[in-house]
């Protein structure tokens, strides 16, 4: 485990980095999206227009409409277009340097596998998978491959975000003691992938918990060492496979305690507050894709000019690649939320408090 100095240096060196300009690539690196949904489509493909280190180069899609639609709006060739049955074919395509993996959670181990085996560096979704032990294997292949594996945490790339892990790493306010973080919304559809175990590994928890989850370990500057959650159900049919809600409780080393929530029932909740020995601080909306708010406990701005952070995410990620240095939301970030959020399973499940190793 990573002691908690060790922990606040790294968190201080990364959001300087995240702050300083991206060095440019000699040349954009070129990245194929695996998954072409609502993400892929709304988000990530424009915002590779927007990048200076990357380029749509390929895309993976199971859809022949979506390949041929794709194709004509991107000017992708033929050879760049994979299906999943063949993109380990990618280990012929030099065109292709990076694979973005943006399909349902229980599947980013697969896919992440065959990008690795195919020679490509990999950035994938989150969670970055439903266990520990299919992020253990995501991690082995890439490191067997001696490629790169990092994960889509964009609030680590979003001024607002970083601005608030400043106040609480230089005490600002004094030491942080608590915190309070929730997202979630009103899910529709209910036979979309995300009420499918199967494919999500759980419900709002995987989905969008695990922001709140990531606000309390930066904020709190060390590793939980104790979780204990609650998980509610007021629709048993339409979450027959996953949760509906939940509250978890994270414990820390230092004393800082975090009071978390996150739900598929309602909307409206899309905020965290840190509470310090003078004051607090926080957002309000803090995790949406653009329009997140900060303030101050004594009205000081904290305030952002917007920034693509689909586009921030990645082009730190070609960086890297490019440097062949870490990032600093590698696999193993991703691996660290995902130990944290079986627990918090483990404790709705048994009701009891589960310690972290």
């Known amino acids: ?8 240096e790294q968190a201080l060196v990364a959001a300087t980095l995240a702050r300083a300009p991206i060095p440019s690539a000699a040349k954009p690196l070129g990245v194929a999206l695996v998954g072409l949904g609502s993400l892929s489509t709304n988000q990530i493909a424009p915002a590779l227009r927007k990048t200076t ?13 979506k390949a041929a639609r794709w194709k004509a709006e991107y000017g992708l060739p033929d050879r760049s277009v994979y299906d999943y049955a063949t993109m380990e074919r990618m280990a012929d395509n030099h065109d292709i340097d990076i694979v973005y993996v943006v399909t349902p959670n229980a599947l980013h181990a697969e896919h992440t596998i065959k990008a690795a085996r195919a020679g490509k560096h990999v950035f994938c979704e989150k969670p970055m998978e439903v266990s520990v032990e299919r992020c253990e294997a995501m991690i082995a292949a890439c490191r067997s491959a001696k490629r790169q594996l990092a994960v889509a945490y964009r609030c680590q790339f979003e001024p607002h975000h970083l601005e608030c892990v400043r106040i609480a790493r230089e005490r600002v306010f004094g030491p942080v003691r608590m915190i309070e973080a929730g997202f979630g919304f009103a899910i529709g559809d209910p036979t979309q992938w995300r009420l499918n175990h ?26 939980p060492v104790a979780v204990s959650a609650v998980e509610t159900k007021t629709d048993p049919v339409k979450f027959k496979s996953v949760e509906e809600s939940m509250t978890f409780q994270l414990t820390f080393p230092g004393g800082v305690i975090a009071d978390c929530r996150t739900t598929y029932k309602v909307s409206g909740v899309n905020r965290f507050t840190a509470y310090a020995d003078r004051g607090a601080f926080g957002m309000e909306p803090a995790y949406n894709y653009s329009g997140n708010r900060g303030w101050r406990g004594d009205r000081q701005p904290l305030r952002f000019d917007e920034i693509d952070v689909f586009a921030a995410e990645l082009d730190d990620f070609a960086a890297h690649v490019v440097a062949g240095t870490p990032s600093k939301v590698s696999g193993e970030e991703g691996l660290r939320d995902v130990r944290i959020l079986m627990a918090a399973y483990e404790s709705a499940r048994t009701g009891k408090t589960v310690r972290l190793a």
Do not use: H, K, W
Not at 56 to 65: D, E, R, S
């Open 53 to 65: 280190n990357c380029r749509l180069a390929g895309i993976v899609t199971g859809t022949p409409a």
């Open 198 to 223: 199967a494919l999500s590994g759980g419900g709002p928890l995987m989905d969008v918990g695990i922001y709140a989850l990531q606000t309390a370990r930066m904020l709190a500057g060390e590793e």
């Open 1 to 8: 485990m990573t002691t908690r100095r060790e922990f606040i």
